[in-house]
């Protein structure tokens, strides 16, 4: 025998329980999504729309609300011929400056096209706003520009007042960019130079830790798709719901730690997940924060 075998297992399939995994419905943030939606509708009415922040902590659904949002708004936009909308997402994680995000976006838009990348370095700043400007016009329509965890940029906030003017400014004619940012840093904003605060004019929404009652209505789907019938013991989901609660209330940190569970009694060849799976668990992701 080798030394890897297929023993019964404990997962039906994994993947609701996968960091990229885009559940079906978005589970308490009723009142953000509604904000989210009044934000966007001006694209559907083909009116200027107003830049968009989200601020919060990690895993409280800002990036998983704004991908349900966009599937949506991309969707029901195909109904309106007189609506063109194109969206670009960049994630800013290993990002620290204007320049880096610039040349990010001016790649992901050359990408989608089919047309060369640029460099990394060897431009000037400006040059690089220049080719982005190209980039975007050529699109034409409404650009939503989503800058996932654009607070790592830091002080260097160029981007965010060269791109909302980039029209009034004729560096673009007939194209709308739509700024979507996503900031785990609630003092992002503060930290913004005045002409930057006052040229975004952007709408916020507030995305607040989740409580233990939260984390267990979003844990209960991904469970009973995750794991085959009868294998949880009742208090598994509820009790990874209360450590994450009493950490962060970041849903990542109770689907991590119900995977995490369910791999240690996989590993075990035990045929129930149990409370006492969920508590080592816990005890191997504190150790590797």
Request: proline content about 4%.
């Amino acid at each position: 025998m080798g030394m890897f075998k297929r023993d019964r297992q404990v997962f039906a399939d994994a993947e609701p329980l996968d960091d990229s995994y885009e559940p079906e419905d978005i589970r308490e943030r009723d009142e953000e999504l509604e904000k989210y939606q009044r934000a966007l509708q001006p694209i559907i009415d083909n009116r200027p729309t107003s830049n968009i922040f989200l601020y919060g902590k990690t895993g409280t659904g800002k990036t998983v609300a704004t991908k349900f949002m966009l599937s949506h708004l991309e969707n029901d936009a195909t109904e309106y011929d007189d609506v063109d909308l194109s969206t670009v997402w960049v994630s800013c994680e290993n990002l620290s400056s204007s320049y880096q995000v610039a040349v990010a976006l001016v790649n992901e838009l050359r990408e989608s096209q089919d047309k060369d990348r640029i460099s990394t370095t060897g431009y000037s700043q400006q040059r690089v706003f220049d080719i982005l400007y190209e980039e975007l016009d050529a699109l034409g329509g409404t650009v939503v520009i989503v800058l996932d965890e654009i607070d790592n940029i830091g002080h260097s906030d160029d981007i965010l007042y060269g791109l909302p003017r980039a029209r009034s400014n004729g560096y673009v004619g007939d194209v709308r960019p739509v700024i979507v940012g996503i900031s785990n840093d609630f003092q992002f904003r503060d930290n913004l130079s005045p002409k930057v605060k006052d040229t975004l004019a952007e709408k916020e929404i507030l995305f607040p830790p989740y409580d233990a009652n939260q984390l267990r209505s979003i844990l209960n789907p991904r469970a009973e798709k995750a794991f085959h019938d009868d294998v949880l013991a009742d208090d598994v989901v509820p009790l990874c719901a209360a450590f994450a609660a009493q950490d962060t209330g970041s849903a990542r940190q109770a689907i991590r730690l119900l995977r995490e569970a369910g791999e240690l009694a996989q590993a075990a060849d035990s045929d129930t997940v149990t409370e006492e799976h969920v508590r080592n668990a816990q005890d191997e992701l504190e150790k590797n924060q």
